[in-house]
């Protein structure tokens, strides 16, 4: 906020004090804006973990500044505000990382409880194979569900108390019996250990599989089907090393120049409610209703009391 | 039949609970599909919340009064399964109340049993506490304060009528029967009101007395002019302020997100997603813009109509009147889950000693309607949910069809009542005010 005073030409004494003060007053208002610069900084290190480390989640962060998930504004985290300096921790000037090798995605299961599925496979450099066993190092997938399925966080819980996933947490929208028009999207992230079993497979190369439980909202109405698409996961590897005292430091793996998304989109399609039901429905609903407790009552209004001349059930 | 000791019954029924819940906990740790309701995962961490001094709201989806929680707290340091062995002993407590209540009315042992038998050896319901719902703590409330008006304890009756209503919103239903029942011809100052035996249910009211057809009339025309008694302001005051300090205490802890999830919630609850209800499909095509005032009052309607027409003919013989305006209250729902027919399952024995409803074939088909109808919903709704075939249309009909089955079983439930009030009529000064002949 660089204010340009406009002070009147006029050499009075009283209007050069004027003067002075307002310049006086001008520099105080600067040096309170780079004070609150400073502090909004070390703010936003702090959320952040501390200054160029990860908190346990990455998408956590995204979620403190943000209401929804907007994918621009996502990417934007993801490229300016998410310390990516596991390549300096590494000391590696080369910053020699594995690089995916392919990724294929698909959806299995059928009904409104499906698996989103990705099979990942990482190709590196085998002097790396030891850095990686020995820093604790993970795999994070973050998916941006589209709106229309869900994650239950507790599903995911019961899979990491199995083992299935080191971790695993939904951020966004959490709410399971909201349908999609009424709700917002969610993220999915998820932590897969690099153990040396997976490594000492291959020598050069390493593959994570991962299955993601998912569940359908109900759609906005249609014609019998809506069809709701998945994009591409956003993969990061994040190391705890023991000289930075285990903090985490992370480094993005860019996925868009594998071509199995590209080819073709992940979809699901989940049934609808079909509009041109609405009248029908609506007035049978009614009218069923009605008809039902219409006969109740009139049976109710029948009934006698000398149901004692009945002859009683014997034992 | 052979006899069957009430004894043996309650000793086998505790004990099958038991291994049930072992095999559920052995089911969890084994297999995929988890023995366990997912409701008992809900109320254990909002429990493990309130142990920690946190709000059990933190837990999504934990719609319920705190009390739920603050029972199950043990599960956090004692065992997981406390919770399930709560639940389950209240169940067996249901049995226990099902078998006193028709023992004080006079039902036979052997009557008394089989009756039992039907909550005990219901597949529902062995497995409803043994999987960790909390329905048959209410359950055994509803009864017990039964069992109060019975024995003349109207105050104590009040304190957990208060104390249900709290937990559970659906026995609001209830007042007015209660407060109808309380009238001054059965309760008298210092006299126990006098019961209706079984044994009298062949009997038709004396002819020098008014049929009891008159007497309902009579009885609502005594309760408009003699509406304010001492017990009814009582049982007002005492059920008001238990449901009001209870809901102000949990106010005052947690905040509007108890209000919000524990009972508001409960009132305003619309799910569009498939349920048994027959509003289910009118809800979701509707979902994208509000409902007007007409068209709540016109789902409403059948439900008021039908609760205020059973009441009026049948308070008096109260156990019966519950039962029905129960599997009333739930067919004509906006939201019809599984775990609701537990709170009329648990008052059906109640009935069945005054019921002339032959097994064979009326009895069976009623049954078998019923479960044919239920049967066909889920067949559906399993083509829709775990195939994702578009069959929302033919899931509507089967919800239809299901409301029709539950229609036809409460027709059949009135037709074949032997109706007795649960009280006898008392003159000034204690004595029978109505006698009964024999045929």
């Not at chain 1, 929804?68 to 300096?85: G, K």
């Not at chain 1, 869900?150 to 996933?165: K, M, S, T, Y």
């Not at chain 2, 509000?290 to 009052?297: C, D, G, H, Q």
Request: aromatic share 14%; hydrophobic share 45%.
């Amino acid at each position: 906020m660089r204010g340009t005073l406009i002070v009147s030409a006029h050499g009075s004494d009283e209007q050069m004090e004027a003067r002075l003060l307002l310049v006086r007053i001008n520099s105080v208002l600067q040096f309170v804006l780079i004070f609150l610069t400073i502090i909004r900084s070390y703010v936003h290190a702090s959320t952040t973990g501390q200054a160029g480390y990860v908190d346990k989640y990455i998408t956590k962060t995204y979620f403190e500044k943000h209401d929804s998930l907007i994918d621009p504004e996502f990417d934007n985290f993801i490229a300016n505000e998410i310390p990516l300096t596991l390549c300096k921790v590494l000391e590696d000037g080369n910053c020699v990382l594995p690089t995916l090798s392919n990724l294929h995605r698909s959806v299995i299961g059928e009904g409104s409880h499906r698996h989103l599925s990705s099979s990942i496979i990482f190709k590196f450099q085998p002097e790396l194979k030891i850095k990686l066993v020995a820093h604790s190092c993970e795999v994070i997938m973050t998916e941006r569900l589209p709106s229309g399925v869900f994650a239950d966080p507790f599903e995911l819980q019961h899979l990491v108390q199995r083992g299935v996933f080191s971790d695993a947490a939904v951020f966004g929208d959490t709410n399971l019996e909201l349908p999609s028009f009424r709700s917002n999207r969610s993220v999915v992230e998820i932590h897969m250990s690099i153990g040396s079993k997976m490594l000492s497979r291959h020598h050069d190369k390493f593959e994570i599989n991962c299955e993601v439980p998912l569940h359908a909202r109900y759609p906005p109405l249609g014609l019998g089907f809506s069809r709701v698409e998945f994009g591409q996961p956003d993969l990061f590897m994040c190391c705890s090393l023991e000289v930075n005292g285990f903090k985490r430091s992370c480094a993005y793996l860019p996925t868009n120049n594998i071509s199995d998304y590209k080819a073709s989109p992940l979809a699901w399609e989940i049934p609808c409610g079909i509009r041109e039901h609405a009248g029908v429905v609506s007035a049978i609903t009614y009218c069923f209703a009605l008809v039902s407790a219409l006969l109740i009552v009139v049976l109710s209004f029948c009934y006698t009391d000398n149901k004692g001349s009945s002859k009683p059930k014997s034992l | 039949m052979p006899g069957i000791s009430f004894q043996s019954l309650f000793i086998f029924s505790a004990l099958f609970r038991v291994f049930l819940i072992i095999y559920g906990e052995w089911q969890d740790a084994n297999m995929e599909v988890r023995y366990t309701d997912i409701d008992y995962f809900v109320f254990s961490d909002a429990a493990t919340l309130m142990a920690s001094g946190k709000s059990p709201y933190e837990r999504s989806t934990y719609c319920y009064s705190p009390l739920i929680a603050f029972l199950l707290m043990p599960n956090s340091f004692l065992h997981q399964t406390w919770g399930k062995f709560l639940f389950s002993a209240s169940d067996l407590l249901v049995g226990l109340l099902i078998h006193r209540i028709l023992k004080l009315r006079g039902v036979p042992e052997k009557l008394c049993t089989y009756s039992t038998m039907v909550w005990l050896f219901n597949p529902f319901t062995f497995t409803i506490g043994t999987r960790g719902n909390c329905e048959p703590i209410i359950c055994s409330m509803i009864l017990w304060i039964l069992m109060c008006l019975m024995n003349g304890h109207v105050l104590q009756a009040a304190f957990w009528y208060g104390l249900v209503v709290h937990m559970r919103i659906y026995p609001i239903i209830y007042a007015l029967p209660i407060v109808l029942l309380l009238d001054p011809q059965h309760f008298q100052p210092g006299k126990k009101p006098v019961l209706v035996e079984w044994s009298s249910r062949a009997l038709k009211p004396s002819s020098a007395t008014s049929s009891s057809k008159t007497s309902i009339t009579q009885y609502i025309w005594n309760f408009c002019i003699n509406m304010i008694t001492w017990r009814r302001v009582m049982f007002g005051i005492i059920s008001a302020s238990t449901f009001f300090f209870l809901t102000g205490l949990s106010f005052h802890l947690y905040g509007w997100d108890f209000l919000h999830e524990a009972l508001l919630y409960h009132l305003t609850r619309t799910d569009p997603r498939h349920n048994f209800s027959i509003y289910f499909y009118h809800i979701y095509l509707h979902y994208e813009h509000e409902f007007s005032i007409l068209e709540k009052l016109i789902s409403f309607l059948p439900q008021f109509i039908v609760q205020l027409v059973l009441i009026s003919r049948f308070a008096l013989d109260l156990p019966f009147c519950l039962f029905l305006q129960t599997l009333a209250f739930v067919a004509f729902n906006k939201v019809i889950t599984a775990q609701y027919f537990v709170w009329f399952f648990c008052l059906l024995p109640l009935i069945l000693p005054w019921s002339n409803i032959k097994l064979v074939w009326k009895g069976l088909a009623c049954i078998i309607l019923w479960i044919g109808a239920q049967t066909n919903w889920l067949a559906w709704a399993y083509l829709l949910e775990f195939r994702g075939k578009n069959v929302f249309f033919q899931l509507w009909v089967a919800s239809l069809l299901f409301l029709a089955a539950n229609t036809f079983v409460i027709i059949n439930t009135i037709c074949s009542h032997l109706y007795s009030p649960l009280f006898q009529q008392l003159k000034q000064g204690g004595k029978l005010k109505q006698g009964y002949e024999r045929i």
